[in-house]
């Protein structure tokens, strides 16, 4: 099993641009997560999805929209990047947080900067 | 909603211990603890559940004390390989039944094992 893959993993955008950022997971989870980690910030969830075809917002979704057509894919959006989403995007999964003992399993990440 | 942990920074010699605290201001159902190297994914320890238990894992073990809202993270005979940022992650007992697997984690605490 590959676990969590997301592509690309590094990317430098100008402000205005557009990009997508794909997250795959090959573990049968219902559970997907996007997050942003700046300096000293911790982690920050941007959007998360329960289940294909559901999204919700985390604590950060102003400029990300984020789609999840299929079980294995969850897709974050930046329609017009700016200078402040500069930042390393990692997305997580997790099987079923119904189960007591489940947790979120981590991407390898994407450093995206944005000029 | 965010935990709050600390120290920020730690600073050992192999073989000394350390300890990281993990504090909420919500009752807390899970706690979730993470290690990340520099420039990789934050990497699953161990979780602990509501009703206080201890769990271990290598020299690495944690305790969850439901009524002070707190977990501890406790590193013995630290070496070379512990070095790394840990981040905790909580899920609140109000949170369980409405945002199931939502966690909020805090700002890191950056461990530095020399030599």
């Known amino acids: 099993n590959a676990g969590v893959t997301q592509t690309p993993k590094f990317r430098v955008l100008k402000t205005g641009q557009s990009m997508t950022l794909l997250c795959a997971q090959d573990m049968n989870h219902e559970y997907m997560y996007w997050y942003r980690q700046d300096p000293g910030m911790g982690l920050r969830l941007i959007h998360y999805s329960v289940g294909e075809g559901t999204t919700a917002k985390g604590e950060v979704p102003d400029g990300y929209n984020v789609s999840r057509l299929k079980k294995q894919n969850f897709l974050l959006g930046l329609e017009s990047a700016a200078p402040s989403q500069t930042s390393v995007y990692f997305c997580?999964?997790?099987?079923?947080?119904?189960?007591?003992?489940?947790?979120?399993?981590f991407g390898p990440g994407t450093r995206l900067t944005v000029l | 909603q965010q935990p709050v942990q600390s120290p920020q920074a730690v600073i050992l010699r192999e073989g000394e211990d350390a300890v990281i605290n993990c504090s909420s201001s919500?009752?807390?159902?899970?706690v979730h603890w993470y290690r990340q190297k520099h420039g990789e994914a934050p990497v699953f320890l161990m979780i602990?559940?509501?009703?206080?238990e201890q769990k271990g894992h290598e020299k690495i073990s944690a305790s969850f004390n439901e009524k002070k809202q707190q977990s501890s993270l406790y590193l013995t005979a630290s070496q070379l390989s512990y070095s790394g940022t840990y981040f905790c992650?909580?899920?609140?007992?109000?949170?369980?039944?409405?945002?199931?697997?939502?966690?909020?984690f805090g700002r890191g605490t950056q461990l530095t094992v020399w030599p």
């Open positions: 997580a999964s997790s099987y079923n947080a119904d189960r007591d003992t489940d947790t979120q399993y």
């Open positions: 602990l559940l509501k009703g206080g």
């Open positions: 992650g909580t899920e609140s007992v109000h949170d369980r039944g409405s945002t199931l697997g939502r966690l909020y």
């Open positions: 919500k009752a807390l159902y899970s």
